[in-house]
T-cell receptor
Framework: DGGITQSPKYLFRKEGQNVTLSCEQN?????MYWYRQDPGQGLRLIYY???????QKGDIAEGYSVSREKKESFPLTVTSAQKNPTAFYLC?????????????FGQGTRLTVV | DAKTTQPPSMDCAEGRAANLPCNHS???????VYWYRQIHSQGPQYIIH???NNETNEMASLIITEDRKSSTLILPHATLRDTAVYYC????????????FGTGTRLQVTL
């Protein structure tokens, strides 16, 4: 099946530990995105990448890092510098250009830091 | 990308049409209007998009005003399963751009 996969669905970590969230897509999309969602809130953009080996900070990049070594993969690392990491994290991908650049989302990873 | 403004919440009776407004008064000529919805604890789902003409698909209709400064998403016969948060965003095409969501409209469909 074509789509975008995030894993794991639930993740628990101790405070002070770095943790990496996986996002893989087989839609041949150039652009990929990471969002954070807190309870009752909208989606806030963390990082995005328009092409392999390139990425830009979104609105709330502090305490996060990403890499884009392959077109299919865009992992997000939540570092110990992120002061409030417990949240729902969503990954998306889309065509980079074009008139039909709708984004496809994964089902999310719910991270809980204790 | 242009900013959008949506009401925080709306109610709709099941079987009735749900009309969700969105203001995008600073939209540029090359920006499309996209609508997504998010059912609780899931990833957002694409609904429809348009540039300046009205659009319809199996899920909804999109009405864009002639000056393109606002639009309305219409769910013609809302069901309980349409209860979700609906996001209106604008996005340029022909350029690489980030995809920014606002806070959306929480639609509650009731019996």
């Amino acid at each position: 099946d074509g789509g975008i996969t995030q894993s794991p669905k639930y993740l628990f970590r101790k405070e002070g530990q770095n943790v990496t969230l996986s996002c893989e897509q087989n839609l041949n999309h150039d652009a990929m995105y990471w969002y954070r969602q807190d309870p009752g809130q909208g989606l806030r953009l963390i990082y995005y990448s328009q092409i392999v080996n390139d990425f830009q900070k979104g609105d709330i990049a502090e305490g996060y890092s990403v890499s884009r070594e392959k077109k299919e993969s865009f992992p997000l690392t939540v570092t110990s510098a992120q002061k409030n990491p417990t949240a729902f994290y969503l990954c998306a991908s889309s065509d980079r250009f074009g008139n039909n650049a709708e984004a496809f989302f994964g089902q999310g990873t719910r991270l809980t830091v204790v | 990308d242009a900013k959008t403004t949506q009401p925080p919440s709306m109610d709709c009776a099941e079987g009735r049409a749900a009309n969700l407004p969105c203001n995008h008064s600073t939209i540029s000529g090359n920006e499309y209007v996209y609508w997504y919805r998010q059912i609780h604890s899931q990833g957002p789902q694409y609904i429809i998009h348009g540039l300046k003409n009205n659009e319809t698909n199996e899920m909804a209709s999109l009405i864009i005003t002639e000056d393109r400064k606002s639009s309305t998403l219409i769910l013609p016969h809302a069901t309980l399963r349409d209860t979700a948060v609906y996001y209106c965003i604008v996005r340029a095409t022909g350029t690489a751009s980030k995809l920014t969501f606002g806070t959306g409209t929480r639609l509650q469909v009731t019996l």
